[in-house]
């Protein structure tokens, strides 16, 4: 069974907006920590945005801080990233990913499950 499946990504032109979601098993979506983190061609992972179990607490990457918000709903299983004001450098393989730990690391290798990813491009 498969942690985490992503979908909602797509192609968007600039300025435009898109809504990622992230459906989860149970047992993965009660881990303390869920996050987005995306890949753009030839270059490494990079985090984007986390939350709490509680959704009480998040944390983004500077560059999308007020045009990204990640956000859960604990009925459905399953984490959101609404990214608005997208920009061309927003394209990339976006992925959740679950941690068993508290805190909000950056690096990729800190978070436990994996989806598989969903493709985002943005047209200039």
């Known amino acids: 069974q498969v942690p985490l499946v992503e979908s909602g990504g797509g192609l968007v032109q600039a300025g435009g907006s898109l809504r990622l979601s992230c459906a989860a098993s149970?047992?993965?979506?009660?881990?303390?920590?869920m996050g987005w983190f995306r890949q753009a061609p030839g270059k490494e992972r990079e985090f984007v945005a986390a939350?709490?179990?509680?959704?009480?607490?998040?944390y983004y990457l500077d560059s999308v801080k007020g045009r990204f918000t990640i956000s859960r709903d604990n009925a459905k299983n399953t984490v959101y990233l609404q990214m608005n004001s997208l920009k061309p450098e927003d394209t990339a393989v976006y992925y959740c990913?679950?941690?068993?730990?508290?805190?909000?690391?950056?690096?990729?290798?800190?978070?436990?499950?994996w989806g598989q990813g969903t493709q985002v491009t943005v047209s200039s």
């Open positions: 990913a679950a941690r068993n730990w508290v805190g909000f690391p950056t690096k990729s290798d800190e978070y436990d499950y």
């Open positions: 149970g047992r993965t979506f009660s881990r303390p920590v």
């Open positions: 939350i709490t179990r509680s959704g009480g607490s998040t």
